[in-house]
């Protein structure tokens, strides 16, 4: 058995962490954490601490740790065929299985499934795909994708450009030109205090138009937009905003992408975003929540509309060119069959939504009055609370106090709960797993409103 010492010591000589200050974690200077095991909303590390993880990870263990169910499933699946591929027509019954169960499943007039292995490399295929059917219908000019400023749509080339956080951005010579932002449906941050939220979600539509006016309808392909921000911040959009946005889509004739890589499965209480709020996409993204993240796997579900498109095109051109290594790994679709049925079986969407609920009211009702607490905000078993210095100016407090993070380090200190600093903000976000009891939901509650208190007063 190693040593955690030990382990330290190789994790920082060795180890290249995805989003992570690599100066400070290579000298030492940052907390490191290994993990060792995990069961229902709790995980452990290799010292004995039991956390309460009320991010389900990266918002993606939607029916919760040590699910014996789907961890048998891959080790079958494993023993039985643990990898071939699936070009020319090859398949798994995993892989046929999970595609059914996917379009069962998923919202109206949807076609197909292509398998790919994250939420990053699922947008590229969504890219790719639009670029194709555009030039299939001989629109070799009608190729921008629009996104929106705070969206979150993974960090590859032309995924990283379609997160709108500067973040993702920065030195990484990103935006890639294809790719133009437009505002953020996020009400509270609105320029002008005044707007009503009807007036807001105008002010939207009137900035999207501006974009496509500006830049041409015919040289724009598709908007892509999780149903409610994720990473961006946690923010449900305005009433009335998606009817309106998917009204302009169409008159311009731009494919709408929803991005279901966290809300797809059930997070909002419903299988799909899509479904809660009125969205009829053309293509939707799927990855976390697939599998509950106990194996990589993404898709992007395509409807009958591009799908038909797709066809012509491979009859005029021969097979398309598209496909990774590892699409549809058998592992991965075992593992997704074998979590879409526990999601069906514990009956996981439903309580997500009751759950959520809960989590959301009490949440507000705790922390809304708290003089630096500026929003309460949140969907399904989505939640966000948002800081300030000042409530009556919305002043925000300077990014470099670092509230946000200081609160959920008081939080994983004093309670042992997991909470994620959002990255462009002073937001806490709360995503736990869909099994939450009610009593985990007080705790996850009282031990934020203690660790406001300790940091803010
Ligand atoms: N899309 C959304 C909405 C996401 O939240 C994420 C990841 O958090 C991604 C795409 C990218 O997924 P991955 O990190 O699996 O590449």
């Not at 019954?93 to 292995?117: C, H, Q, W």
């Not at 949140?378 to 407090?397: H, I």
């Amino acid at each position: 058995m190693l040593k955690n010492d030990q382990l330290d010591q190789w994790d920082r000589d060795n180890f290249f962490h995805p989003s992570t200050h690599l100066a400070q974690h290579a000298r030492g200077e940052s907390a490191n954490r290994v993990i060792k095991t995990a069961s229902g909303v709790f995980i452990e590390d290799r010292d004995g601490n039991k956390l309460l993880d009320a991010f389900a990870g990266l918002y993606c263990v939607n029916v919760g740790y040590g699910r014996q169910e789907i961890a048998e499933a891959i080790a079958d699946q494993a023993r039985e065929l643990a990898y071939y591929h699936s070009y020319v027509g090859h398949g798994t019954e995993a892989s046929i299985t999970l595609a059914k169960m996917i379009l069962d499943r998923a919202p109206k007039n949807m076609s197909k499934v292509y398998f790919g292995l994250g939420g990053s490399d699922a947008n590229e295929t969504n890219v790719k795909l639009i670029w194709y059917y555009n030039n299939i219908l001989g629109r070799p000019e009608k190729k921008k994708i629009i996104s929106r400023w705070r969206g979150y749509h993974g960090s590859g080339l032309v995924t990283g450009s379609l997160t709108g956080l500067e973040l993702f951005h920065k030195k990484f010579d990103l935006p890639v030109e294809q790719v133009i932002h437009t505002e953020a449906p996020y009400y509270f941050r609105r320029e002008d205090l005044n707007q009503t939220e009807e007036q807001f979600v105008a002010h939207c539509v009137a900035e999207l138009e501006a974009l496509i006016e500006r830049e041409g309808a015919d040289t724009i392909a598709a908007f892509i937009g999780e149903p409610i921000l994720g990473t961006g911040g946690i923010v449900p959009p305005p009433a009335g905003y998606w009817e309106a946005i998917q009204a302009v889509l169409k008159k311009h004739d731009i494919l709408l992408v929803a991005d279901e890589v966290v809300t797809g499965f059930g997070r909002l209480g419903t299988m799909f975003g899509s479904d809660h709020y009125g969205l009829e996409p053309d293509i939707i993204t799927i990855a976390k929540g697939l599998t509950s993240a106990y194996a990589p796997l993404s898709g992007s579900i395509v409807s009958d509309k591009v799908w038909k498109v797709l066809e012509q095109g491979t009859d005029e051109n021969g097979p398309i060119g598209h496909g990774w290594t590892y699409s549809a790994h058998p592992i991965g679709a075992a593992a997704g069959v074998a979590n879409l049925k526990l999601l069906d079986e514990l009956n996981l969407v439903s309580n997500a939504g009751e759950v959520g609920a809960y989590l959301n009211a009490t949440m507000a009702e705790a922390l809304s009055q708290h003089a630096n607490v500026g929003d309460v905000r949140g969907e399904g078993l989505l939640c966000a609370v948002e800081f300030v210095k000042d409530r009556d100016s919305r002043t925000f407090f300077d990014a470099a106090d670092k509230i946000g993070p200081q609160i959920s380090a008081k939080l994983l200190e004093q309670d042992k709960i997991i909470a994620r600093a959002m990255p462009q903000g002073d937001i806490l976000g709360f995503a736990p797993p869909f099994c939450l009891t009610h009593a985990e939901a007080d705790q996850v509650v009282e031990g934020t409103l203690r660790a406001v208190k300790a940091v803010l007063g």
